[in-house]
């Protein structure tokens, strides 16, 4: 029995390891891959269940609640119209959520095969490169893009988008820990703070930009009081000539003329068959004004997990929307996805459990000695606020790149402050170190 706890413990990390780093290029064989651990991790929660009542309320609100999360989804789902995409559940993207439990308690509480301040930093380092490197390729070396220029990284540029923001982010917050005690690996994680910033610059995704913008400004006025006032307006005054600066750029700049003429010619539109309601902003409100009518018919469940466009196809033939809204199969909209599909307890449920996750990290920051700690917890309220706000111009946490990448990392802070900060698991948060 223990030989066999040991095998499934090095038979997770292995394949962790491996499919967070070929996310990137081999993102559908990395999906494999990935599955396989969660498998792993489902098989051997056994091990590890005892630990639950030792965890901080906290952590098992957010562990309750990511459960609850997926259980509204299958009723949903299974109680939604008959005609959506599939015949079950496994097609889900938001099944990845019930992985996160498993997978937080095999990291947390193994000892064999526990990851470190050095693997974490090597995790990350890999990933990021990974994913900026790729990027670039896609965007400016590959001839044969898969989506006419804008970085695909075998998944959709503005999950892509997401996920470098995120990196670049957390990448550059590693660099930070690691600057007074190994200038030369910091510089290399800077390295790659540049490199998956350009990467997301160059998918084109301007709910990634607004996201990773909100960002920074949040690490700016979190860190401000701490500084001197000669670097607080010193690092102030660098930000806004970096942002005016990118602002300048053609990409940036043709991607802001773009949704300037789209919002013009969507509001000057009189009918919902107009050409002008069909453009990227123009979409995006047909898709919200068909959601919010599915809404309206069905506010407690929605229309059900995976309906949406075959609802959206219905709104379109009724003339109550343009047909562009029926193109996808979601509404560019997490929030509003949430409303259509799952009523307003699956949007109350998807807020709830960001909120407590972003809370969770709040707690930890405000009360953490341990600079690595910190880190950690600034890094989880960096990417989750990036997730809340990437969510009102796409669904980071109903994509499958995106989502497995949110899931598996805040898996790996927590259970790295757990492991970190033993007092993590006495019941409170505020206990921390």
Same mark, same amino acid.
């Given at each position: 029995m223990i030989y066999c706890k040991k095998y499934f413990d090095l038979s997770f990390?292995?394949?962790? !390891?491996?499919?967070?780093?070929?996310?990137?290029?081999?993102?559908?064989?990395s999906f494999?891959?990935?599955?396989?651990?969660?498998?792993?991790?489902?098989?051997?929660?056994?091990?590890?269940?005892?630990?639950?009542?030792?965890?901080?309320?906290?952590?098992?609100?957010?562990?309750?609640?990511?459960?609850?999360?997926?259980?509204?989804?299958?009723?949903?789902?299974?109680?939604?119209?008959?005609?959506?995409?599939?015949n079950n559940l496994l097609w889900s993207r938001h099944i990845v959520w019930i992985f996160l439990i498993p997978?937080?308690?095999?990291?947390?509480?193994?000892?064999?095969?526990?990851?470190d301040k050095k693997r974490f930093s090597i995790l990350i380092i890999s990933i990021a490169l990974m994913f900026g490197i790729y990027g670039?390729?896609?965007?400016?070396?590959?001839?044969?893009?898969? !989506?006419?220029?804008?970085?695909?990284?075998?998944?959709?540029?503005?999950? !892509?988008?997401?996920?470098?923001?995120?990196?670049?982010?957390?990448a550059f917050l590693t660099g930070i820990y690691h600057w007074r005690d190994n200038r030369k690996i910091a510089?290399?994680?800077?390295?790659?703070?540049?490199?998956?910033?350009?990467?997301?610059?160059?998918?084109?995704?301007?709910?990634?930009?607004?996201?990773?913008?909100?960002?920074?400004l949040f690490l700016f006025f979190l860190n401000v009081k701490q500084w001197q006032?000669?670097?607080?307006?010193?690092?102030?005054?660098?930000? #806004?000539?970096?942002?005016?600066?990118?602002?300048?750029?053609? #990409? #940036?700049?043709?991607?802001?003329?773009?949704?300037?003429?789209n919002l013009t010619h969507y509001l000057a539109?009189?009918?919902?068959?107009?050409?002008?309601?069909?453009?990227?902003?123009?979409?995006?409100?047909?898709?919200?004004?068909?959601?919010?009518?599915?809404?309206?018919?069905?506010?407690?469940?929605?229309?059900g997990v995976g309906s949406y466009e075959n609802n959206a196809k219905k709104l379109s033939e009724q003339g109550k929307v343009n047909r562009i809204a029926a193109e996808f199969y979601h509404p560019h909209n997490q929030y509003v996805s949430a409303l259509a599909t799952r009523g307003f307890v699956g949007l109350a449920l998807l807020c709830t459990l960001l909120g407590s996750v972003f809370y969770f990290y709040w707690m930890v920051y405000r009360n953490a000695a341990s600079s690595f700690v910190r880190m950690l917890a600034v890094s989880g309220l960096?990417?989750?606020?990036?997730?809340?706000?990437?969510?009102?111009?796409?669904?980071?946490?109903?994509?499958?790149?995106?989502?497995v990448f949110y899931v598996l990392l805040n898996a790996l802070f927590i259970a790295l402050i757990i492991r970190t900060v033993p007092a993590m698991v006495l019941k409170r948060v505020d206990a921390v170190g």
């Open positions: 990390w292995i394949l962790f !390891y491996l499919g967070l780093i070929a996310l990137a290029p081999l993102t559908k064989p494999a891959i990935l599955g396989l651990s969660c498998l792993i991790a489902i098989i051997s929660y056994p091990y590890y269940a005892i630990h639950w009542r030792t965890l901080s309320p906290l952590l098992k609100v957010i562990l309750s609640l990511s459960l609850l999360n997926f259980l509204w989804m299958v009723i949903t789902f299974y109680a939604g119209d008959q005609t959506r995409m599939g997978v937080l308690f095999i990291i947390a509480f193994q000892v064999n095969y526990a990851i670039l390729w896609d965007s400016v070396v590959s001839p044969n893009l898969k !989506y006419g220029g804008r970085a695909a990284g075998g998944m959709n540029p503005i999950e !892509y988008g997401a996920i470098c923001a995120s990196l670049a982010i957390v510089s290399l994680f800077f390295f790659t703070t540049l490199l998956t910033s350009s990467a997301t610059l160059l998918t084109l995704s301007r709910g990634a930009w607004v996201a990773m913008l909100v960002a920074v006032s000669k670097y607080r307006y010193g690092i102030g005054i660098f930000i #806004v000539m970096v942002i005016a600066l990118v602002s300048q750029t053609s #990409v #940036v700049e043709e991607r802001i003329d773009e949704a300037k003429s539109s009189e009918s919902p068959d107009d050409a002008e309601r069909s453009t990227s902003i123009g979409a995006r409100f047909e898709m919200w004004r068909a959601s919010w009518n599915m809404f309206l018919e069905n506010p407690v469940l929605g229309v960096s990417i989750t606020l990036i997730y809340i706000t990437a969510g009102i111009f796409d669904v980071p946490v109903e994509g499958k790149p995106t989502l």
